[in-house]
């Protein structure tokens, strides 16, 4: 069976399967998806790929409701990998653009995200980051009013908050289990939906959501970034 074949025929959910294509695959399926969803996780995983940092799965097939990767397995890190990987999130920082944003819009989880370009950081994060989430989070009652005001001041002194940082390509949703274990420990990069051109601190923030990679991880990403000089 062919990948298109394989979505064709699968439910809803997340399924490792084999195809005379490409071997070993990941399908993930969801017919009531949002048009574009699919295409924007294959888009920007192959940005990460090409940056030539970490590794990421090959996207083998797309299609509005659903996305063909290659299987990477599932394995434990050692010391050695977290520093490698620290390293090369360091390396993928590198890749730097003229602004923030992208070329095409994304999504993070079910939220849609506006990466329309602009030149000025703190203005993207607050108008396409901090506020649209602020907006659906009190539509839905997970705010309320004077919590809402709260990030609305956050996002007014923003530019005092933060220092002037450039446009980095950035994974934007990097929580710990999107940076996914392979089988032979390394390291890589998952669920690209979120990608675009931000501020570095934005992955290193969201790898302390929820857990945190061990020390050496930061350690190496701090040694590797000072080697810029």
């Not at 996207?59 to 520093?83: A, H, K």
């Not at 901090?130 to 007014?156: K, M, T, W, Y």
Request: include cysteine.
């Amino acid at each position: 069976m062919d990948a298109a074949e394989l979505l064709a025929d699968l439910p809803d959910g997340l399924h490792r399967l084999r195809t005379r294509e490409a071997g070993a695959v990941v399908a993930k399926v969801r017919r009531d998806a949002a048009a574009g969803f699919f295409a924007a996780e294959g888009l920007w995983l192959d940005a990460l790929c090409a940056s030539g940092a970490l590794r990421v799965p090959e996207v083998v097939y797309v299609r509005d409701d659903g996305i063909v990767l290659e299987d990477l397995g599932n394995g434990r890190p050692q010391p050695s990998d977290w520093e490698r990987a620290g390293a090369n999130l360091a390396r993928m920082h590198r890749t730097i653009d003229a602004a923030f944003g992208f070329d095409a819009d994304g999504w993070c989880g079910d939220s849609p995200q506006d990466n329309t370009r602009s030149a000025d950081g703190h203005r993207f994060f607050a108008e396409r980051r901090l506020l649209p989430q602020a907006h659906r989070a009190r539509a839905g009652g997970l705010l309320d009013e004077d919590d809402s005001r709260r990030v609305e001041r956050i996002c007014n002194a923003l530019e005092h908050l933060v220092p002037n940082a450039p446009p980095v390509l950035a994974h934007g949703d990097l929580w710990t289990a999107n940076l996914h274990a392979c089988a032979n420990g390394e390291l890589a990069l998952i669920d690209g939906g979120a990608v675009h051109y931000g501020w570095a601190e934005s992955d290193l923030a969201m790898l302390t959501l929820f857990g945190e990679p061990p020390s050496p991880f930061f350690a190496a990403y701090e040694s590797e970034a000072k080697s810029d000089g």
